[in-house]
T-cell receptor, first 113, second 114 residues
Framework: DTAVSQTPKYLVTQMGNDKSIKCEQNLGHDTMYWYKQDSKKFLKIMFSYNNKELIINETVPNRFSPKSPDKAHLNLHINSLELGDSAVYFC????????????FGSGTRLTVV | AQTVTQSQPEMSVQEAETVTLSCTYDTSESDYYLFWYKQPPSRQMILVIRQEAYKQQNATENRFSVNFQKAAKSFSLKISDSQLGDAAMYFCAYRSFNTDKLIFGTGTRLQVFP
């Protein structure tokens, strides 16, 4: 059973479209995250949710909107996609504060054309 | 704000040899956690090893070990008996005691030659 699963794995879309990426974890973790990995492989946090509550909201365009219907799910909706949004988006979960690493999903490669 | 620096964009090692990847970080905190993650071509992020700052003993996981120097704010990863499957991007990461945020370095690409 996949611990953190995100869909789709690949997404190719045109500029201006709206798209969503879904994430689910079956680890019972309270905290979930979205990270963006750019073309230079740099990983940067976008959002963090703890038990459906938004905890971290980094400087991200408001075209990006996370939604957490329950603590096992965290989706990412992106409006009016731009070329610069092309990246790999990772969902992750964690037991919370402490010496816990994150468990990552396999990533979604988003390509905006 | 905390920062993590990996000064080696690329490293290479011969199979069965040992390689050390460097990581330094900047923080004013005394309690925190440090991690090394591996990202093979499959893109999956895999936790390799972790270290709690209050522990003086260096963490070890099979062929992977760290050299944690708290005063120098250094956290290097040593891979012994390197294998072809160790070829990947390696990321050093910092996590504050008080927050959920994991801050990553820019990564080191490790090549392993037979």
């Amino acid at each position: 059973d996949t611990a953190v699963s995100q869909t789709p794995k690949y997404l190719v879309t045109q500029m201006g479209n709206d798209k969503s990426i879904k994430c689910e974890q079956n680890l019972g973790h309270d905290t979930m995250y979205w990270y963006k990995q750019d073309s230079k492989k740099f990983l940067k946090i976008m959002f963090s949710y703890n038990n459906k509550e938004l905890i971290i909201n980094e400087t991200v365009p408001n075209r990006f909107s996370p939604k957490s219907p329950d603590k096992a799910h965290l989706n990412l909706h992106i409006n009016s996609l731009e070329l610069g949004d092309s990246a790999v988006y990772f969902c992750a979960s964690s037991q919370g504060r402490g010496p816990y690493g994150y468990t990552f999903g396999s990533g979604t490669r988003l390509t905006v054309v | 704000a905390q920062t993590v620096t990996q000064s080696q964009p690329e490293m290479s090692v011969q199979e069965a040899e040992t390689v050390t990847l460097s990581c330094t970080y900047d923080t004013s905190e005394s309690d925190y956690y440090l991690f090394w993650y591996k990202q093979p071509p499959s893109r999956q992020m895999i936790l390799v090893i972790r270290q709690e700052a209050y522990k003086q003993q260096n963490a070890t996981e099979n062929r992977f070990s760290v050299n944690f120097q708290k005063a120098a704010k250094s956290f290097s990863l040593k891979i012994s008996d390197s294998q072809l499957g160790d070829a990947a991007m390696y990321f050093c990461a910092y996590r504050s005691f008080n927050t959920d945020k994991l801050i990553f370095g820019t990564g080191t690409r490790l090549q392993v030659f037979p």
